[in-house]
């Protein structure tokens, strides 16, 4: 397999009859996925989501993908295609579009749906929203596109066969081989293997799941566990997932009803949500089952279920406000269930295990995917991606979507099935790839940086200052100030330190103040000293000190102020 590349130069510009493919998110991430195909002096972007900030990233909202090396190329953009309604897929479409406004936007019914929202909560101009759906073959500028079925966690997904005279690209988005999808959508593998006979020069596919053998559990197996979960439950039950899993909550409703419960939506995203899959057919609500958050409370607690966003821990999310006792409507008492219905995103695994401490000192029984099958995975496992090498053949192979263990698996179940090892691309954001002739090549890299939103920030906050973050939460604060005369260097205020958000008190720097008295006087001199050398001068003798004595690191602030 190629291997993953370092220190690449900007590609050239794209030689004539070829496609160059730009990984701008998604590749060494389970994130922010977004690929963009340039042909023919012409860019056609697939999928635009966002990344959720790690506990390492304080303050960070949501991670984008990098649109510097698009941006000026917006006027070349001829569309964008989402695959399908999932934040990492589709949260940053209005970022990009406050770039250019009008980029036309093709997704499935449901895919749009969830779109609409976003772009006006945003205040932009809705743009061209196009419908596809399985079946359908379009002409986006020189690409020509045709639209696949395949089943995922969401319904209405679709992977896109994209053609062109440079060579033809699958792309699976995310997908996996249900056989019995509660919506009976199958993934379309006749269609694959129509690709498959036509010639597939590239296949882009999902590698979430890579390193999992096997084949994934079909989702209507959920429901006999969610039946006997809810009919073991005493009090309250509270059910955590994806605001977007259409295909769980109907899950939880059937079960709900079955077991003589009422459910409330819980969660400004998971009631829009389910508001839209309800309106567009996608979710059936059995009679009476949905009632109100504000008023379920009448009801006595055994019959009471509450669907709330929070599965990954997010701390403003609904559920850690619930743990943390500060919820509008609940209360969880002691013999509540709260039920984790979702898979653990790599990274959250401490915030979402300090949530289920914190839910469980409260008394509640917390059923999660360790201790019961309340989940199953939306992505294809090793025995699924087997199958689609076999019934495709590609001739390239670039696995996407997945951290860098998972694109690396990936690449080794296609050189089982017979791709050859030169002919599977492993690469990461930013490592561009050109398809001329049948062949792939690295052609270089583009800027492919996280771009955080922080508040109203977007791109403004760097990792040096997340580093600055970190270090005051982990090693607290230290401000030194000293006032100094400038025309004769007298050092007229002696420094004086203080502290935050360490165990010492103020009292213990006593120690150090004669030496760092000492050297600041030493430091100044008549005429004056650029007071930044005396800062510096008394940075160096608290960190030395601090390091030696008290075995921390914090923020050191110097303050000089000439008089």
Not at 15 to 23: F, K, M, Q, S
Not at 315 to 328: D, I, N, V
Request: charged share 25%.
């Amino acid at each position: 397999m190629k291997p993953l590349y370092e220190n690449l130069a900007e590609p050239a510009p794209l030689e004539e009859g070829a496609l160059r493919v730009i990984p701008l998110g998604g590749l060494g991430e389970v994130g922010r996925n977004m690929n963009v195909l340039e042909y023919a002096g012409k860019l056609l972007v697939v999928d635009c989501g966002v990344l959720f900030p790690e506990e390492t990233q304080p303050g960070v909202d949501l991670i984008l993908p990098d649109f510097s090396w698009i941006e000026d190329r917006l006027d070349d953009v001829v569309g964008m295609i989402l695959t399908h309604g999932h934040e990492d897929h589709i949260g940053a479409v209005p970022y990009l579009l406050k770039l250019r406004a009008d980029i036309p936007i093709y997704g499935s019914d449901l895919t749009l749906a969830f779109v609409e929202p976003k772009i006006r909560e945003h205040r932009l101009p809705s743009p061209d929203l196009v419908v596809v759906a399985e079946g359908d073959r379009i002409n986006i500028g020189p690409f020509n596109c045709e639209f696949v079925a395949v089943t995922h966690s969401i319904p209405d997904a679709l992977a896109v066969f994209v053609r062109t005279d440079a060579g033809k690209v699958l792309i699976t988005g995310d997908f996996k081989m249900d056989q019995l999808p509660l919506d009976g959508r199958l993934t379309d593998l006749r269609a694959f293997a129509r690709f498959g006979e036509e010639g597939v020069d590239l296949f882009m596919v999902d590698s979430t799941n890579a390193e999992v053998p096997g084949f994934v559990t079909p989702e209507c197996e959920i429901g006999p566990v969610l039946d006997r979960v809810f009919a073991e439950a005493t009090g309250q039950i509270v059910v955590a997932s994806f605001a977007s899993h259409v295909h769980r909550v109907q899950q939880v409703m059937n079960a709900a009803h079955r077991n003589g419960r009422r459910v409330a939506l819980v969660g400004r995203s998971m009631e829009r949500n389910m508001r839209i899959a309800e309106e567009k057919g996608y979710l059936t609500v059995p009679p009476d089952v949905i009632v109100d958050s504000a008023t379920i409370a009448d009801l006595p607690p055994h019959q009471r279920v509450y669907m709330a966003t929070g599965s990954q821990g997010e701390p403003m999310a609904a559920l850690s406000r619930m743990a943390a006792g500060s919820h509008k409507f609940v209360t969880l008492e002691p013999d509540d269930m709260v039920v984790f219905a979702s898979s653990l995103i790599p990274g959250n695994e401490n915030s979402v295990y300090r949530l289920i401490n914190g839910l469980m000192r409260l008394g509640a029984r917390v059923v999660h995917q360790s201790n019961t099958k309340v989940h199953v995975s939306g992505h294809a496992s090793a025995g699924e991606l087997l199958y689609c090498y076999n019934i495709i053949q590609p001739t390239n192979v670039m696995p996407i979507h997945g951290e860098i263990r998972h694109l690396i698996a990936n690449g080794q179940l296609a050189v089982k099935t017979g791709v050859p090892v030169e002919n599977v691309v492993l690469a990461e954001d930013g490592v561009v790839v050109d398809l001329k002739d049948g062949k792939t090549r690295i052609a270089g890299a583009v800027p492919c940086e996280y771009v955080y939103v922080d508040g109203r920030s977007i791109g403004e906050i760097s990792e040096e200052e997340l580093a600055a973050r970190r270090t005051l939460g982990a090693e607290g604060f230290v401000s030194v100030y000293a006032v100094v005369e400038r025309d004769s260097g007298m050092v007229l205020a002696s420094p004086t330190i203080r502290a935050i958000g360490m165990a010492e008190d103020d009292a213990v720097f006593e120690e150090i103040l004669p030496e760092v008295d000492a050297a600041l006087r030493e430091a100044a001199a008549p005429g004056g000293v650029d007071p930044y050398v005396l800062q510096q001068v008394m940075r160096r003798v608290i960190g030395r000190w601090v390091a030696r004595r008290l075995r921390r690191r914090p923020m050191i602030v110097p303050v000089v102020v000439e008089q």
